[in-house]
């Protein structure tokens, strides 16, 4: 829609941590002695953690994991809530029932969080918010964090979730960096900061930029036009993908499925599947069904039949492999199937 030139997909984490590896001069020299970093992103509706190791010239993604409904906006709308039965009370209106009303005051919401964020007490304004009435209130931080507690709960499922896919410990982990403008709550800092047993929060990256400049960093790497100091990036693939088929009528103990490509699976990757077959079959490609994608995404990826496949003279079955790739940009592809003789 932008009309931009998209030369490569990448993952927001792992764009993040090539942003803020490609500018260290002072990253360790081996892999053995990496740099472990855990990002904790936290925006508007979405928050992430990822374990990101690093040593000279290159990145290594050891973990991932996701709240993909947890955000700003949880803490706007549980204000919203709060100050619209406030007004039903004090100005006799139901802004709930005006939709421009709710526009209006989730505005109002959303500066008056930010304001608390660097001060105990914040007023909330809304001009003619509904019925030609000015509605006007204040909270206190202390209010307010005791109001979104139960989301504050939420805050460290996700922490758990990244370290122990990482397979490292609470020790190991070198430094904390915060992205994303919901890390600013003074009472989400606390929470991260009590979860990592009172380290150091960072902030050195730009929290509402990190993501974007680290896109660019990738695609300044895939151009001719600019000279990027050499840095790997080595992603993984955060959702399993198995391969299907249907069960050869002559060879009732072959498997049926696969998991070719397992949550945590390096990427670039490429695999050779073995078949022996009679004659053609078809493949398909799907999420397993333990995958955490998205809700409401369809866990089918594709289908593949190959053809050409028939009875060698001296055998049953022929033996059939199957070339599949998930390349740079986390991409699933059926490259070339061939017959092989033994």
Known sequence: IAGLNALRLINDHTAVALGYGITKSDLPETPETARNVMFVDIGHSDYSVAVVAFSKGQLVTKGTAYDRHFGGRDLDYALVQHFASEFKTKYKIDVMSNPKAVFRLITGCERL???????????????????????????????????????????????DAALKDSGLTLDQIDAIELIGGTTRVPAIKERIQKWFGGKTLNTTLNQDEAICR?????????????????????????????????????????????????????????????????????????????????????????????????????SDFAVVKVKTRMNLHGILNFEEAYTVEE
């Open 113 to 159: 969080k930010k304001v608390l964020s660097a001060n105990t007490e914040a007023p909330l304004n809304v001009e003619s918010i509904m019925n030609d009435v000015d509605a006007a209130s204040s909270l206190k931080r202390e209010d307010f964090e005791q109001m979104v507690s139960h989301l504050l709960d939420r805050v460290s499922a996700p922490l």
């Open 214 to 314: 680290g896109a660019t960093f990738a695609c300044a790497t895939l151009s001719p036009v600019f000279r990027v100091r050499e840095f790997n990036v080595y992603d993984m693939t955060s959702y399993p993908v198995k391969v299907t088929w249907e069960q050869e009528a002559g060879s009732p103990d072959e498997d049926t499925q696969l998991v070719v490509f397992p949550k945590g699976n390096a990427i670039p990757s490429t695999k050779i599947l073995t078949f022996h077959r009679a004659g053609p079959f078809d493949l398909e490609a799907s999420y397993t069904e333990d995958a955490q994608i998205p809700k409401g995404i369809n866990p089918w990826i594709g289908r593949v039949s190959v053809k050409g496949v028939s009875k060698p003279d001296n």
